[in-house]
């Protein structure tokens, strides 16, 4: 392995600037890797120092893991000297991917945004957590989330707010803010992330970042069990269309306990390989009515939206206007089960009052919910989700704009009340819960930009368990427009 330095030769056909180890993708890194040019303990070493000069900036951490992330990148360069064909390691074998405090990593503390968690150790490891380490990936930390992931953006009283780095008055997002905060800053080249009404989609689009919503059961849930609606996913986010998809082929695939698992992809084939495929000619319905919420569309989300169905049609695809899938009714019935969601999470008694106002109206609200009432709210989501499957049975994706507003500053949603608060937040997110219910794979892309240099992204919607199409379709995208030469405020 070479020695350690600040950057890396310019890799054969490179077409951007690269100075440094975290210019690189994570394909490239772990190609970088492969080939010895990079040892993973260098690289490791390149991001735990980056995140600790830099990670309480964009609050991308709850907590650093150093001595952990310096063991795992050893013995991923213990297997790389050792391996007879280096083809057969994993596609991001040595590659730095941090995992959202919301999950369980064996001998870490797992504080779920909370102080009423902060010192609980967590003494199993999740099961994509699992997957993660069989493919040799380091992990340098646990990023930020809010208070048990109940917020659309990330800010808690354990850390300092996740904040986008293309304009550090403004949040990241949530609830996967914190990852990618990590992964815009360049302190991680990809991450995990989770999504149970949006919180892998939202905080990707603010942050200029690809974020992939697997369909219901692609990547496990285990060994905890699923939450009330069946609402969350495990996904990743990452700087480019093909990083995206090899972090999924390293999350995805079923355990013996999972009880509805997504098919398994065709023998031979992988996530990756989508990403380099012609889509073919698609087609594509378009909404832009907000799902969620009686609120108006941010112009430059509307532009975004208005850009990317005349890019899909310069390809060939037939875009089609179309209704929005789940009725407005269907609202109250989510709010019903998010608020139980929030109870699930069990408090210590007397720990209540240490709570953030927001999670206390959240859990007010679920203890209120009847057997008969939670019941019947699950039955018509499940209802209405059928539907909505039926109703874009003709169309291989969805187009929508994936927020209603550019990024928000810090503190935007915490101004009123707790109940104002939610009012907010169903305001600037009204496009993406709605897949949550119907357990479809969805993706962002940060197709555009507003004068002032923040991203906004569109959501691709795809057809449940075909991840596949919206990879490639992410892809060809990807390469009319690319993103990945911008620089944001911090890098």
């Not at 077409?15 to 890797?33: C, K």
């Not at 609402?231 to 695939?253: C, E, H, K, S, Y």
């Not at 499940?382 to 909505?388: G, I, K, N, S, Y």
């Amino acid at each position: 392995m070479p020695p350690n330095r600040p950057f890396m030769a310019v890799p054969r056909g490179y077409a951007r600037t690269v100075t440094a180890l975290h210019d690189l993708t994570a394909l490239e890194q772990a190609a970088a890797i492969r080939s010895r040019e990079v040892s993973p303990v260098e690289l490791t070493e390149h991001y735990l120092q980056r995140s600790a000069d830099l990670g309480d900036t964009v609050g991308a951490f709850i907590t650093l893991t150093p001595q952990r992330a310096l063991e795992q990148a050893r013995e991923a360069e213990r297997v790389v000297r050792d391996v007879d064909d280096p083809d057969q390691l994993s596609p991001l074998h040595g590659v730095v991917v941090p995992v959202k405090d919301l999950n369980n990593v064996a001998g870490v503390r797992c504080t779920r945004g909370s102080t009423v968690y902060a010192d609980t150790i967590a003494d199993v490891d999740d099961y994509v957590v699992e997957r993660m380490q069989q493919a040799h990936l380091v992990m340098t930390g646990k990023t930020n989330t809010p208070e048990f992931g109940l917020p659309c953006y990330t800010e808690n009283d354990v850390a300092p707010p996740a904040r986008t780095p293309w304009d550090l008055s403004r949040s990241a997002g949530g609830s996967s803010g914190g990852a990618a905060a990590a992964v815009a800053a360049g302190l991680a080249s990809a991450a995990h992330g989770s999504d149970g009404g949006g919180s892998i989609r939202i905080p990707a689009s603010v942050c200029g970042l690809v974020g992939l919503k697997p369909s219901r059961g692609r990547i496990s849930n285990g060994p905890w069990g699923e939450s009330v609606g069946e609402f969350g996913v495990n996904g990743p986010i990452a700087r480019t269309v093909q990083d995206a998809a090899a972090l999924l082929d390293v999350m995805a695939g079923a355990f013996v306990d999972d009880p509805h698992p997504a098919p398994p992809l065709p023998h031979g084939t992988n996530f990756l390989a989508a990403a380099g495929r012609e889509p073919g000619t698609l087609r594509v319905g378009r909404f832009a009515t907000p799902v969620i919420a009686d609120t108006s569309v941010d112009p430059h989300c509307l532009a975004a939206y208005d850009e990317a169905s005349a890019l899909l049609e310069q390809q060939g695809h037939i875009v089609e206007d179309i209704g929005v899938p789940i009725p407005r009714d269907a609202v109250p019935a989510f709010e019903t089960a998010w608020s139980v969601m929030s109870l699930l999470t069990p408090v210590a008694p007397g720990r209540e009052v240490d709570l953030r106002d927001l999670t206390r109206h959240l859990r007010a609200r679920g203890m209120h919910a009847s057997g008969v009432g939670l019941a019947s709210a699950v039955s018509y989501i499940r209802l209405l989700a059928r539907r909505a499957l039926k109703a874009q049975s003709a169309y291989d994706v969805i187009l929508t704009p994936t927020l209603a507003r550019p990024p928000v500053p810090v503190g935007f949603f915490t101004e009123g009340d707790a109940a104002d608060d939610f009012t907010r937040q169903k305001e600037f997110t009204p496009f993406t819960a709605w897949v949550n219910v119907t357990g479809q794979p969805a993706m962002t892309l940060p197709l555009h930009w507003t004068e002032e240099g923040l991203p906004i992204g569109v959501q691709l919607v795809g057809r449940l368990y075909d991840e596949a199409t919206l990879i490639s379709l992410g892809a060809q995208l990807e390469q009319m427009r690319p993103w990945l030469g911008r620089r944001p405020e911090v890098w």
